[in-house]
């Protein structure tokens, strides 16, 4: 049995993490709060705008915009969402996973991965994929302008299939918020966009384009894909806090269970050390009389 003098340095030194645990809880239940705000507020509009879209691309001639035109997916880029920063589950694990898996079912010339998170960074580096792109610290101060800097060289790859970066698919993966005990991995086609099916009456119908169709989807298409990314991120985001909160209530947890053992194994090594004594002293007296 371990001495009390180390079972008291074991427990003070528990107490001590269950007061990390306990305060990054805290810490991860306030973001969360602000970042389920944020993507509770962007789901409809992202919702409604890929349903305008994807309305607009069935009944277009998918000539009239780059974005729109549906190719045999040679060249293929994956965008693979993960966090800047661990103790948060399996989290990270479950989204590493499925994108490995992913990518090594995907069927095509050319594959690239562009990563967001420093997990997918270091998780990556270390096989052999071809790394495009790297993101890293951006949850720190995210902002719908990073989610354009993650997009713009995405579509301008995707906009010139002749050059030697061009692709002709894009899908994200990243872990969708879905409330504070789970985050489902999500994997999405970003480009081409896909289109819907609508009934034979549905589909005669049409619009009236004003100041033209090619304007409207020059201004209207990539803000799109910008703003879909920008919802990923966001769901990202607030999947990771719920993930750390409930990792972090499930530390402190077991922090707690380990103090009460370490407490009950030193109250048990003080009894044996006092009947131990006790029993000398008895000893000792009868050896005197």
Known sequence: ???????????????????????????????????????????????????????????????????????????????????????????????????????????????????????????????HYKIRREFVDIFRNLGYDTAGAVARPIIERYSAPDSPEGVDAVFVIYNEFKNVMQQDVVVERLLPLEKLHFERREEELDYIYEPGPAAIYDAVIPRHVEYQLWRALLESAAAEHAARMTAMENATKNASELIEQLTLTMNKARQASITKEILEVISGAEAIQ
């Open 1 to 127: 049995m371990p001495s009390l003098r180390d079972l008291r340095r074991r427990t003070r030194s528990v107490k001590n993490t269950q007061q990390i645990t306990k305060a990054m809880k805290m810490v991860s239940a306030a973001k969360l709060r602000r970042s389920q705000d944020a993507i509770l507020s962007a789901r409809p509009f992202a919702r409604k705008m890929l349903e305008v879209l994807n309305s607009l691309a069935t009944r277009a001639n998918p000539e009239g915009h780059p974005l729109l035109r549906v190719r045999e997916p040679r060249r293929v880029d994956v965008v693979i969402v993960t966090s800047d920063k661990g103790l948060c589950g399996s989290f990270n694990a479950n989204i590493l996973k499925t994108a490995e898996t992913f990518v090594k079912r995907m069927k095509c010339d050319d594959l690239g991965i562009q990563l967001v998170g420093r997990k997918a960074r270091d998780y990556f580096r270390r096989r």
